[in-house]
């Protein structure tokens, strides 16, 4: 069974400028996570969605947004880049069948902002 | 009250011995308890997991010892390898919301 994957492996931009990182959840998960991991700071939680709606936030300005996909796909979307964007932007997915607690994360974007 | 906090910090332990991570919590409403390990360029991988109706949990090498009362729950590795050298996160969620990670602790199993 393929895990969760995540485009791009890396990514560069500078300031100002727009990111989208996209993620594949697990085969039949429909619930998708994103988690920031900068420097310092550990895993901090940005966004939930779940059959295509976004269930929660984190403590994140409106620059950070996303969405779901019908096929449970989802893209982040990081707009007016500043240089503390730079991070490890982790996605998980989570099923409704089996271990429906667990959270299965992908390998990360690494997202460097200039 | 969301904060989940982790010590130590970093830890050396020999071949063979004994490495012991713990996690305390506040929010009583936490109802399951993850701990993920993670080497450098990847992302984090589930471990071993607990709920609280459980006080303790093995598999393999690696045992969840877990205290309701307390609010304190912490992962040992057993006999450590030099492959457990990772950083290692607890986590705390309810209701499949997010996960509170814990800030990590970064492992060294010395040959």
């Known amino acids: 069974e393929a895990g969760v994957t995540q485009s791009p492996t890396h990514l560069i931009k500078t300031r100002g400028q727009q990111a989208t990182l996209r993620c594949s959840p697990i085969?039949?998960?429909?619930?998708v996570y994103w988690y920031q991991q900068a420097l310092g700071l550990g895993l901090q939680f940005l966004l939930w969605?779940?059959?295509?709606?976004?269930?929660n936030r984190g403590n994140f300005p409106p620059r950070f947004s996303g969405r779901q996909f019908p096929n449970y796909s989802s893209e982040l979307n990081v707009n007016a880049l500043e240089l503390e964007d730079s991070a490890l932007y982790l996605c998980?997915?989570?099923?409704?069948?089996?271990?429906?607690?667990?959270?299965?994360f992908g390998p990360g974007t690494r997202l460097t902002v200039l | 009250q969301q904060q989940v906090k982790q010590s130590p910090q970093s830890l050396i332990v020999q071949k063979g011995g004994i490495s012991i991570i713990n996690c305390a919590y506040e929010?009583?409403?936490?109802?399951?308890f993850p701990w993920y390990q993670q080497f450098p360029g990847k992302g984090p991988a589930l471990l071993i997991a607990?709920?609280?109706?459980?006080s303790e949990k093995k598999e393999g090498r690696f045992t969840i010892s877990f205290n309701k009362s307390a609010k304190q729950f912490s992962l040992h590795i057993m006999d450590s390898q030099p492959g457990d050298s990772a950083t290692y996160f607890c986590?705390?969620?309810?209701?499949?919301?997010?996960?509170?990670f814990g800030t990590g602790t970064r492992l060294l199993v010395s040959p």
């Open positions: 998980a997915s989570r099923g409704r069948t089996g271990s429906t607690d667990t959270q299965y």
């Open positions: 607990i709920r609280p109706d459980v």
């Open positions: 929010n009583t409403a936490f109802d399951y």
């Open positions: 085969s039949g998960h429909t619930s």
């Open positions: 969605y779940d059959e295509g709606e976004e269930r």
């Open positions: 986590a705390a969620s309810y209701g499949f919301q997010k996960l509170v």
